[in-house]
């Protein structure tokens, strides 16, 4: 009889991380890393080496993919807004009348600026270099072309249909949207502290939501 003992194989779990030859997957996970990299250091904090770490890879495979530390930071910019514009697209603005699109519009800002800060960081970093390498990407430039033509229609409809004043533009309205949207994450942390409230409770939450709906509702509103 063999007596030979066998020993069990490990499930694929337990063999821990494995390296696939999928260079769509690689990407993806290191513009994820790296993500939380660039928003919580900057371009000048953030460092490749970490980023590989991370990643349980080298710098070498993080060059080969992105070209160079500036041009990884370029695609972090770059995916961080085709994220936020693909869902955007989604909210079938055209389907709804004129005040309910905006206040969904606006609505989804709101959400969606609190459940990406990371976002927002990136955002504040690229202002600090002044939007010097988001004015090297076409990619980022043609992303928001569809998001200000949408806000557009929702706009001239409302004039078509006497709902909204004339007069507005559509960039500076998406501008204002913006700028509360970003506010209500960016500054929450030290205007709780200044002013003793806790603004990040459900109920603080809601309110604050439905505070810049109404806002920008009332300001487009004839």
């Known amino acids: 009889m063999d007596e030979t003992v066998q020993k069990p194989r490990r499930s694929a779990a337990a063999k821990g991380p494995t390296r696939t030859n999928d260079p769509e997957r690689t990407m993806a996970d290191i513009l994820a890393v790296a993500t939380r990299e660039f928003a919580d250091k900057g371009l000048a904090g953030a460092r490749i080496d970490d980023i590989a770490d991370a990643m349980r890879t080298s710098k070498r495979m993080i060059y080969y993919y992105f070209g160079s530390k500036e041009g990884l930071y370029i695609r972090v910019l770059e995916e961080a807004y085709r994220k936020m514009r693909q869902i955007e697209a989604g909210l079938h603005l055209d389907d709804l009348p004129p005040e309910d699109a905006l206040r969904r519009l606006v609505g989804f800002t709101v959400d969606y600026q609190l459940a990406h800060p990371d976002f927002i960081r ?3 970093s690229e202002n600090i270099q002044r939007g010097a390498y988001l004015a090297q990407s076409e990619a980022i430039q043609a992303l928001n072309v569809p998001a200000i033509d ?7 409809r409302g004039l078509a249909a006497g709902i909204f004043r004339s007069g507005i533009d559509p960039v500076d309205l998406h501008m204002s949207i913006s700028a509360l949207s970003v506010f209500n994450v960016a500054n929450r942390h030290t205007f709780s ?3 003793k409230r806790d603004l990040e409770t459900p109920a603080a939450l809601i309110a604050r939501r439905d505070s810049i709906i109404e806002m920008i509702v009332r300001f487009v509103r004839k």
């Open 193 to 195: 502290i200044i002013f």
């Open 150 to 156: 949408g806000l557009r229609r929702v706009y001239e």
């Open 122 to 124: 990136l955002v504040a």
